[in-house]
């Protein structure tokens, strides 16, 4: 039996995901309650928002130790999306000063390369290319469209052993799906990014 | 990379009905029911890349029928959706927020309440807002109007410069009310001069009328996303062919199988 928990600290689109996973034929809960997280098979971190208010969210509800904790426990799959990828980095750049986040993947999230012709936020579906070893890739082909909407990306990585990275191009190439060991984020919004979306989903759900 | 070009429908809704609007004239076409069984509207929404909602009521807004409409609509909708129309409250953005919005849309009260663009992107992030705005040209100029197009605020080129209104603005929707309805195609001016002037990305609408029109339009450099609010004209399948028929003309469009082969 899936116990999956949509995680809410007041920032993002929590419907849209609850109605994702609706249509895949699974019940989710939408909690903060402690209980309930830690009793969870899969937990999505939604995201939709400041990274600085997002931070001060979690430690309100005390869900940044909670997140932590869970994910040095391998039973529970946890998937943040969006600045719920991002909040699992070290840091953020976001509002000008730099603000920590919860330190699950190693690096930091900076403003996206721009220009006059790849303006911000960046806005669309765009190609994820998904590592090869990744149970995400597609059968037929590695590039699939996923929405994005965003003005901050995570760093390129430097020393994080095991994990899996897949990139997208905006101006530059950017990291835009994460995975190590029961972690997984992604920059785009499975939730908005019609039937490539809610497959992606799937995959996840029947980790 | 550029991503995908776009295509966003538009449904202007008034009071219980969805309608039609031509130079901001309404005529009501059917209510939630039509649009989900005679319209059949999620095979509709399968075939764009977002999905705008406006309440474009004259009379007195009901935001709570309204907020019912969106939280059915939101329901079996996996692309992008932005709600706008009458919002003048960080409470009214939250409402819809929480009726399944994943963006909301400002147009009058982006200049009768100044703050509130920036109070919704101190909470929600400036990507979850979009300013909307409605484009009569003059002669050769492009001037701004508000109220459902009967306020005159300014020059839309002078609005493009400023930074103190646009720094808590994700994208712009721009619709021209001289083309809106007619079926006539774009204002290529228009875009010419936000191709030129805006930092913001922009949704371009207001004139597409038949499936070559979408082609024609996403053909051009200068436009990545397109609105289409004209619903009787793309009923059924034309959506699903104008995709097909801008990818054989070399328009980049994102691709997704059909929801029945989910795996």
């Known amino acids: 039996m899936k116990k999956i928990v ?9 419907h849209s995901i609850s109605s994702a996973i609706r ?5 989710s809960k939408i909690s903060f309650s402690e209980d309930e997280i830690l009793d969870s098979s899969h937990i999505i971190l939604p995201g939709v928002g400041e990274f600085r208010k997002a931070m001060t969210n979690l430690k309100i509800r005390s869900l940044d130790k909670l997140i932590i904790n869970i994910s040095k426990n391998q039973k529970t799959k946890i998937l943040g999306i969006c600045l719920g990828m991002q ?10 000063t730099k603000t920590n986040g919860l330190g699950l993947i190693k690096t930091d ?9 790849y303006k911000l936020p960046h806005i669309g579906f765009n190609e994820v290319c998904f590592p090869k070893e990744s149970i995400f890739k597609n059968k037929v082909s590695i590039k699939k469209d996923f929405y994005f909407i965003h003005s901050f990306c995570l760093k390129e990585l430097t020393k994080d052993n095991n994990s899996l990275i897949g990139y997208s191009e905006y101006k530059n190439r950017f990291i835009s799906f994460y995975q190590k060991d029961n972690l997984f984020a992604t920059q785009f919004h499975p939730e908005k990014s019609q039937s490539n979306g809610l497959s992606f989903l799937k995959l996840f759900l029947e980790l | 990379m550029k991503p995908k070009k776009r295509i966003i429908f538009t449904l202007l809704y008034s009071s219980g009905m969805f309608v039609l609007s031509r130079n901001f004239r309404l005529q009501s076409i059917g209510d939630f029911n039509w649009l989900k069984k005679n319209y059949n509207f999620d095979n509709v929404s399968f075939h764009i890349d977002e999905l705008l909602i406006f309440d474009v009521s004259r009379d007195k807004k009901d935001k709570k029928q309204f907020c019912e409409v969106v939280n059915k609509l939101a329901e079996n909708i996996f692309v992008p959706l932005t709600v706008g129309g009458g919002i003048n409250t960080i409470e009214d953005a939250s409402l819809l927020f929480n009726s399944g919005a994943d963006k909301v849309s400002l147009n009058t009260a982006i200049f009768r309440k100044p703050y509130l663009a920036h109070e919704i992107s101190k909470v929600y992030g ?7 705005l409605d484009i009569l040209r003059i002669e050769n100029e492009f001037k701004i109007y508000t109220e459902n197009g009967e306020n005159l605020i300014g020059s839309l080129e002078d609005f493009l410069a400023r930074n103190d209104i646009l720094k808590d603005i994700g994208e712009l929707y721009i619709n021209s009310i001289n083309q809106d309805g007619t079926g006539n195609g774009l204002d290529m001016n228009l875009v ?8 913001t990305p922009y949704i371009i609408a207001g004139g597409i009328g038949k499936i070559i029109d979408i082609k024609e339009s996403l053909k051009n450099d200068y436009i990545d996303a397109l609105g289409i ?11 699903c062919k104008a995709r097909n028929i801008c990818r054989e003309s070399g328009v980049e469009l994102a691709k997704w199988p059909d929801f029945n082969n989910l795996g």
């Open chain 1, 6 to 14: 949509i995680i809410d600290y007041g920032m993002g689109n929590l």
């Open chain 2, 192 to 199: 010419k001069l936000l191709k030129e002037k805006s930092k």
């Open chain 1, 23 to 27: 249509r895949l034929g699974y019940c």
């Open chain 2, 126 to 132: 400036k990507q979850c807002l979009i300013g909307s």
């Open chain 2, 229 to 239: 609010a004209h619903l009787l004209n793309f009923i059924g399948d034309s959506l």
């Open chain 1, 109 to 117: 999230v900076v403003k996206l390369e721009s220009s006059d012709d």
């Open chain 1, 87 to 96: 909040i699992l980095c070290q840091s953020s750049e976001e509002g000008n």
